[in-house]
């Protein structure tokens, strides 16, 4: 049967795609996955097909995040195996099927990804807040993700702008780190941090750091850490001097607080960790008219933290958060761009892909910071 030249074209194309990925004859790649039986493992899985409605990219770097580590810790109900995990990254694009081409995407291209990918249709969609969508769609968990040498990115992700070129002089290490540094960014859209403020963070780790350093850009007057681990405590200090530690294994958190701030307490407070009883003392330890970002997911229910009348008091403004946009992802690269923010710093160590157990192990048992893993 004789082809048409538009099939033949395709061909052609797809052709050349798998050639420049060294995957003409592969069939399969290294990921890492949940498996049937809920387990969590390196194996080798399908590559992604090649189709007129999806790109496929080539990871050069993933990062390990709270979320992976919860699960690799203690499993999540969230994902339906078998699946490949993770969902920051970086890549080359190796294949761009006509649907991306016609939105500017071209083979060579570098590009991460917004991993929360919105309907389109709903309410929160149409006013802009595709993280919220009542029918979210994330990489790693409804689709494949990015523990693998290869990620299909589908044509839903790119019709909704979640695909996001990287500037050229932002790195694929830094892009990879774009993503839960965005979601920081989100929490901290509702906090308004003036340079008057004084700002309480709890948990050192890379989001807490992150929090702060964005903080600082806005001019906070004095930024606070609260945080029980000593190791990650001074790396923090490294990493951001002009933070002031509080541990409260050693130190009252409220007392120490109040003095530092002159009696006013915090103006922002930002939990950046999943410990309950710091949602219950970020009230306390807020100034009348503050903001409190609960940033870090509980397990449970989350029932039973919060009082009320300290709230009401108080006039107290809580606010949640949960994953963040395309365009917070873009503001994050605008600002390593511009020499403002510098996310490579924040990286521990770097594992192959094979290796990725040693990741997580090494945030369990060393306090990694940040930990990125090279397919």
């Not at 993280?131 to 979210?136: E, F, I, T, V």
């Not at 290490?173 to 540094?181: I, K, R, V, W």
């Not at 609960?294 to 107290?316: C, M, P, R, T």
Request: aromatic letters at 6%; glycine letters at 8%.
């Amino acid at each position: 049967m004789e082809l048409t030249r538009t099939e033949l074209e395709n061909l052609v194309r797809i052709t050349v795609s798998k050639y420049m990925a060294g995957e003409t004859d592969k069939r399969s790649m290294r990921a890492f996955i949940m498996n049937e039986d809920r387990k969590m493992v390196v194996k080798e899985m399908p590559v992604p097909v090649p189709s007129e409605n999806n790109m496929i990219v080539k990871i050069k770097y993933a990062s390990i995040c709270g979320t992976d580590f919860r699960t690799f810790m203690q499993g999540s109900s969230k994902i339906n195996p078998p699946r490949i995990l993770g969902h920051e990254s970086a890549g080359v694009v190796i294949h761009a099927g006509a649907y991306a081409q016609s939105k500017g995407f071209r083979t060579g291209d570098r590009v991460t990804v917004a991993p929360a990918i919105g309907c389109g249709k709903c309410w929160p969609c149409r006013t802009g807040h595709t993280n919220m969508c009542d029918s979210l769609k994330t990489l790693g968990f409804q689709y494949e993700g990015a523990f693998a040498e290869q990620m299909e990115i589908p044509r839903h992700a790119i019709e909704m702008g979640n695909v996001i070129k990287i500037p050229g002089n932002v790195s694929d290490m830094s892009a990879a780190l774009s993503e839960p540094a965005a979601c920081a960014y989100n929490a901290q859209t509702y906090l308004n941090i003036q340079p008057d403020d004084y700002v309480v963070i709890y948990g050192s780790g890379y989001i807490g750091c992150i929090h702060a350093e964005l903080a600082r850009l806005a001019g906070a007057s004095k930024i606070i850490m609260v945080e029980i681990a000593k190791p990650r405590a001074e790396i923090a200090r490294k990493m951001i001097p002009e933070i002031i530690l509080i541990n409260p294994r050693e130190q009252n958190t409220a007392e120490k607080v109040k003095r530092i701030t002159g009696g006013r307490g915090a103006n922002v407070v930002i939990t950046a960790l999943s410990v309950p009883s710091a949602h219950t003392e970020a009230q306390q330890i807020a100034a009348k008219m503050g903001r409190i970002s609960l940033f870090g997911g509980i397990a449970g229910e989350g029932k039973g933290y919060l009082d009320s009348n300290l709230i009401h008091y108080k006039e107290l403004s809580v606010h949640g958060v949960h994953a963040t946009t395309a365009a917070m992802m873009k503001k994050i690269m605008d600002y390593v761009s511009e020499g403002k923010l510098n996310l490579e710093k924040y990286v521990s160590d770097v594992y192959e892909l094979k290796d990725i157990q040693k990741g997580f192990e090494a945030i369990r048992d060393r306090n990694a910071m940040k930990i990125l893993v090279k397919p």
